[in-house]
Structures are given as C-alpha cells and as structure tokens.
C-alpha cells in the first residue's frame, strides 16, 4: 500500500526531466503516478532548487493545501 503522496515536479530541471521519461516508460511507476492518492504538482518555470521565492512559495501554499485535504 501506497501512503498518499504529493510528487513535486520542477520544469526547467534536467533531474525532474529523466524522472518523467523514466516514470512515463515504466509501467510501475506510470501506475503509481496514476493513484487516487498520488498527487503530483509542476511547477513549469522553476528550476531543480526552486531558487525564486515565489516557486517556493507556491510549493509551500500547495503543500499546505494538500495536507489539509489529508486532515479534512
């Protein structure tokens, strides 16, 4: 069983990069990424350290607002 889960995802990262094609070609992690209780979060403009603080902030308000759901 999968805990629930929020996958945070940076667009102009190389990492973030080889992680989608590798999840995009691999059945397990193309199932696990679908999940009800998987969650995932792009942010397409920000870098693999999420160095501007309104990346940050962004992650931070949807991390918030995902916990709360989980609470709720």
Avoid: K
């Avoid at 992680?19 to 792009?42: Q, S």
């Amino acid at each position: 069983s999968v805990a629930p889960t929020l996958l945070v995802l940076s667009g102009d990262d190389l990492t973030a990069e080889e992680f989608r094609d590798l999840a995009g070609n691999d059945p397990g992690w193309r199932a696990l990424r679908e999940r009800a209780d998987v969650t995932e979060l792009e942010l397409a403009a920000a870098n693999h350290t999420f160095a501007r603080a309104d990346w940050r902030r962004e992650v931070e308000d949807a991390t918030l607002a995902w916990l709360q759901r989980l609470d709720g």
